[in-house]
């Protein structure tokens, strides 16, 4: 019995002894396994707190700020400051309802070295606001942009700039935020009565203090038949009011040297608008204000005119100020594109060829009968009465997209990006509403050139019924763009972008 008993002791023993050994083999392969796994996603954890502490060690670190006026979106909300982004691009421009005014606004921006993108309404109301730090509207009608952005693209813009994106609104991008518009400045617009709505050429400006005017020694800047503010409220801020209008400036179609020898009183009576440049006198000019967090900034004076030196001062220093982050110490960089030009077409270059050739005709017939001339290569100067705005757009524009269908200069497009099938639809499209377009385009100038030796011309209503019948037809019952002329230069704008983003 008691070897038995010894037995099973000695038993339990070397069982007891080999589970402890067992166990001490898997602890140890434990370790040499498990250990390297942990450490393994230890280290990747830390390597992923370390990579977000560097984001937000970039993210929190801060610009270059004017010591006096920090932008809005720097300022304390609560107890908190807001910071800027640095991963949002600097500027959004509209293109929409822009025409003209958009080629010269990116050409001006281009001069000045300035970053920028294009964008539409509907690129707008999906959002797309979300990537950029400031929002510049050009000119254009105000009522036109307001209705291609539609509720959501007008909602879309306010949000951003609620929550501290920047806004600039030149000219009719102005008007566009009063509260004749989507109200980011609780200020309006004078009535067409009350203004004098044809001022076109160089003004002197009595400039505020502020930084946005660094590096400008002489105010002298140009206006381009701009609306006028009501008196500024007071929760906005007067930048800049008018001086003077120069001499070599026009009140409709008449020189502000020659109004002043005749006597304007006697050719406001005779024109039934008012034209004497002196009424601009200490009238707002550029205004600034804050909606929610973010600035707002409003010009009728086109600091975008290529060519100004004075104007492209105000825009880096206009984009050191609502898009802080980018310097204008450093000159943006192009890439060289690399991609295939368009195919040479012997059909292509005959339609492109034929709406040049019809332009240049309706330019040359107004031209000849002393309706117009070029005030600069993008801008028409013209008698009171008929459309030049328009026809100089028309002409500005074939021209641009001209030149970048079959020019040598480095704008053309390229054909990896584009439905060449569509592109030939388009022109041809384009070719086929421009060529009628012109026709009746030229009787009507020539029969408002030789009403005008018999009466004064308005370029709203007009005694010859002819007259009346033509000018409906072409451009509608409003001084915005309307009629035959609306439908022929919706598809030349959406021509002309497409090219633009692809080059």
Avoid at 325 to 338: D, F, H, Q, Y
Avoid at 393 to 404: F, Q, S, W
């Amino acid at each position: 019995m008691d070897k038995i008993y010894n037995f099973m002791v000695d038993r339990i023993k070397d069982s007891v002894k080999i589970f402890f050994r067992t166990t001490a083999v898997y602890r140890l392969l434990g370790v040499l396994i498990c250990n390297p796994v942990i450490l393994f996603k230890r280290s990747c954890f830390e390597w992923v707190v370390i990579k977000q502490n560097m984001r937000n060690l970039r993210e929190t670190t801060t610009w270059r700020i004017h010591p006096q006026e920090k932008p809005m979106a720097y300022r304390k909300t609560g107890s908190q400051h807001r910071v800027k982004d640095v991963s949002k691009r600097a500027c959004a421009l509209l293109w929409d309802e822009s025409f003209a005014w958009g080629l010269m606004a990116r050409q001006a921006l281009t001069e000045a070295g300035l970053p920028f993108d294009l964008l539409r309404s509907e690129e707008i109301s999906g959002g797309a606001l979300s990537r950029y730090r400031m929002l510049y509207v050009p000119g254009g009608w105000a009522s036109q942009k307001l209705f291609a952005l539609g509720d959501r693209g007008q909602e879309e813009i306010k949000r951003f700039v609620e929550e501290g994106g920047s806004y600039l609104g030149i000219c009719g991008g102005a008007g566009m935020a009063t509260e004749d518009g989507i109200g980011l400045l609780p200020i309006r617009r004078k009535p067409t009565t009350e203004r004098v709505p044809s001022v076109s050429g160089p003004v002197r400006l009595s400039l505020a203090g502020h930084r946005i005017w660094q590096g400008v020694d002489t105010p002298i800047f140009f206006a381009w038949w701009p609306s006028q503010f009501q008196a500024a409220d007071q929760r906005t801020r007067v930048l800049a009011c008018y001086e003077e209008v120069m001499p070599d400036a026009f009140s409709s179609d008449i020189s502000v040297a020659d109004g002043r020898v005749i006597d304007w009183p006697a050719l406001e009576t005779r024109y039934g608008i008012l034209l004497d440049p002196a009424r601009l006198h200490g009238e707002p000019a550029v205004l600034e204000g804050h909606f929610g967090r973010g600035n707002v900034f409003l010009s009728l004076i086109h600091f975008d005119t290529p060519g100004d030196p004075n104007g492209a001062a105000v825009l880096r220093n206009l984009w050191d100020y609502l898009a802080s982050g980018w310097s204008s110490e450093s000159p943006v960089k192009k890439a060289r594109s690399r991609r295939r030009p368009l195919p040479d077409s012997a059909e292509f270059r005959d339609v492109i060829d034929g709406i040049k050739t019809a332009v240049s005709d309706l330019i040359s017939t107004g031209s000849r009968n002393f309706l117009w001339y070029w005030r600069n290569p993008l801008l028409l100067q013209w008698r009171r009465g008929v459309r030049g705005l328009e026809y100089g757009t028309l002409a500005v524009m074939m021209e641009e997209i001209g030149k970048r269908l079959g020019g040598n200069d480095g704008r053309q497009a390229h054909a990896s990006s584009l439905d060449l099938l569509r592109l030939r639809k388009d022109t041809s499209e384009i070719r086929d509403q421009l060529i009628p377009f012109i026709e009746k385009a030229k009787r009507l100038v020539i029969r408002e050139r030789f009403y005008m030796n018999t009466a004064t011309l308005s370029p709203v209503e007009c005694a010859d019924p002819e007259i009346n019948r033509l000018r409906l037809e072409l451009f509608g019952s409003a001084m915005s763009h309307g009629g035959d002329f609306k439908q022929l230069i919706d598809p030349i704008d959406r021509l002309l972008f497409n090219l633009i983003r692809d080059s």
